[in-house]
């Protein structure tokens, strides 16, 4: 079992900053870990991925150049940190865990474990 709790949302102004958390316990952090968001009335969408090592990450095309995932793997922590935000970044962050690799970052379905989410509105 992995435990989620994904912070630091907010609200914030277009082109400004923010740093979501993700603590997990319950397992030994040696699994990928991925961000999705959920916008109003819409799916949950991959956001951004990383391997558990930090080797390799992926993103969204939409978020590219704009968002950062980074880890501590001796912190049990996973970390995005949002810049340039635009309206459209407005949504419920989740964070979520891969326990079984299941050959892509990309899909919900590759995910076994969930945060609560956080949400982030950003303002024009």
């Known amino acids: 079992q992995v435990q989620l709790v994904d912070s630091g949302g907010g609200l914030v102004q277009a082109g400004g900053s923010l740093r979501l958390s993700c603590a997990a316990s319950g397992r030994t952090f040696r699994y990928a870990m991925g961000w999705f968001r959920q916008p109003p009335g819409q799916e949950r969408n991959f956001v951004a991925a990383i391997t558990w090592s930090g080797g390799s990450t992926y993103y969204a095309d939409s978020v590219k150049g704009r968002f950062t995932i980074s880890r501590d793997n001796a912190k049990n922590r996973v970390y995005l940190q949002m810049n340039n935000l635009k309206p459209e970044d407005t949504a419920v962050y989740y964070c979520?865990?891969?326990?079984?690799?299941?050959?892509?970052?990309?899909?919900?379905?590759?995910?076994?474990?969930w945060g609560q989410g956080t949400q982030v509105t950003v303002s024009s």
């Open positions: 979520a865990a891969q326990t079984l690799y299941s050959g892509s970052y990309y899909y919900r379905s590759a995910y076994s474990y």
